[in-house]
């Protein structure tokens, strides 16, 4: 339990908050090349990267490397919309999933956890913004060279 309170997504619950996460929590492993998240389709879950790494790509272009810690398919959370990337499986990968009918129950049925877990959600969304405008930047840089 102690790694999952290290986990971006789980940060700042308390012990007691951290127990009552894992009854909705199922863990998946996956093998090297296996995808995760398809683009075109409807994510799930959300994901925990908890052991190995997962690629996030579009149109075959590696666009970032998700390690242990980080989380993907919260944005299927908030709307209906479908991936616009596939999530691949770089290595053996064990992935912690919460399906998200389980997640919409759990906040809300806590609302102390609920606030905690969509704020960290946000956190963690606007990291991956600075990522992509990152990457985006280094590529316009690129093409100016």
């Known amino acids: ?22 009854r909705v929590i199922y ?17 799930d879950s959300i994901y925990i990267i908890a052991e190995g790494e997962c690629v996030v790509e579009r149109h075959g272009a590696e ?15 908030l709307d209906d919309s479908v991936s ?3 999530v691949i499986c770089k290595k053996d990968s064990i992935l912690m ?26 956190r963690q969304m606007g990291r991956n913004i600075e990522r992509m405008n990152d990457l985006a930047a280094d590529v316009l840089v690129g093409e100016e060279e």
Do not use: C
């Open 27 to 43: 863990e998946h492993t996956y093998a090297p090349g296996e995808v995760v998240v398809r683009r075109g389709e409807r994510a």
């Open 1 to 22: 339990m102690n790694f999952l309170g290290e986990m971006a997504l789980f940060q700042d619950l308390s012990r007691v908050e951290l127990l009552r996460s894992l």
């Open 63 to 77: 666009l970032t490397t998700l390690v242990p810690g980080e989380n993907f398919g919260e944005l299927s959370m």
């Open 97 to 122: 999933a919460i399906p998200l009918t389980n997640f919409q129950q759990l906040i809300r049925d806590d609302l102390e956890i609920g606030n905690k877990l969509m704020w960290n959600m946000l």
């Open 84 to 86: 616009s990337v596939d």
